[in-house]
């Protein structure tokens, strides 16, 4: 059962345009963490979303953690080549050490 | 800070043999490590949990015996893939968690297994 729906799975777009992509889940999350990762390479952790309706800006990039804690959503505005990569949500649940649940990840393609 | 390293970058060996993994927390100490598995163009896929001192603890379907993780300080996981065969050619990845942050993981920039 993949308990983290990502969409959309790829996205191919021009520099400067406008995205979002997004995370939905049946299950609830005590947290909720956006990675990007290039080929090759391990994935990077961005944000860490915990409270349920929160919103964080990081640069061009604006995360949200829905008010159930049951889905998220990230907004990238006027995308730029160095954006491009695999974007992972990836959902914890419980306390103390959580192992993470990975959605299947979405991958953005910026064109010049 | 929240470096974690992975050595080697890449590995190519021929099957029926060993190959060790290490992951290393430079700029922390990490409780608990995890490791990752990733085909290509694909998610992550959890093996299993790495906790200093003690047995890790393995996700459904994984082979302990074939996947030997070995925790045995609060800076150093290991991952020895035993016996290896084509099938286990993979890019092979590796965090760690924060003290008092244990739900976010820092990731190493993994480890590409070729078996040949």
């Known amino acids: 059962t993949q308990l983290l729906e990502q969409s959309p799975q790829f996205l191919s777009i021009q520099e400067g345009e406008n995205l979002t992509v997004y995370c939905n889940s049946s299950s609830v999350f005590s947290s909720l963490q956006w990675y990007r990762q290039e080929p090759g390479e391990g994935p990077v952790l961005l944000v860490t979303v915990v409270t349920g309706g929160e919103v964080k800006k990081l640069k061009r990039l604006t995360f949200q953690f829905g008010d159930a804690r049951k889905d998220s959503s990230l907004h990238i505005t006027a995308a730029q080549p160095g954006d491009t990569g695999l974007y992972l949500c990836a959902g914890a649940r419980g306390s103390g050490y959580s192992t993470l649940t990975f959605g299947k990840g979405t991958m953005l393609l910026v064109s010049p | 800070g929240a470096v974690v390293s992975q050595h080697p970058s890449w590995v190519i060996c021929k099957s029926g043999t060993s190959v060790k993994i290490e992951c290393r927390s430079l700029d922390f100490q990490a409780t608990t490590m995890f490791w990752y598995r990733q085909f290509p163009k694909q998610s992550l896929m959890l093996m299993a949990t790495s906790n200093e001192g003690s047995k890790a603890t393995y996700e459904q379907g994984v082979e302990k015996d074939k996947f030997l993780i070995n925790h045995a300080s609060l800076t150093l996981s290991t991952l020895t893939v035993t016996s290896a065969h084509p099938e286990d050619s993979s890019f092979y990845i590796c965090?760690?968690?924060?003290?008092?942050?244990?739900?976010?993981?820092?990731f190493g920039p993994g480890t590409r297994l070729t078996v040949t």
């Open positions: 965090s760690a968690s924060l003290p008092g942050y244990s739900y976010e993981q820092y």
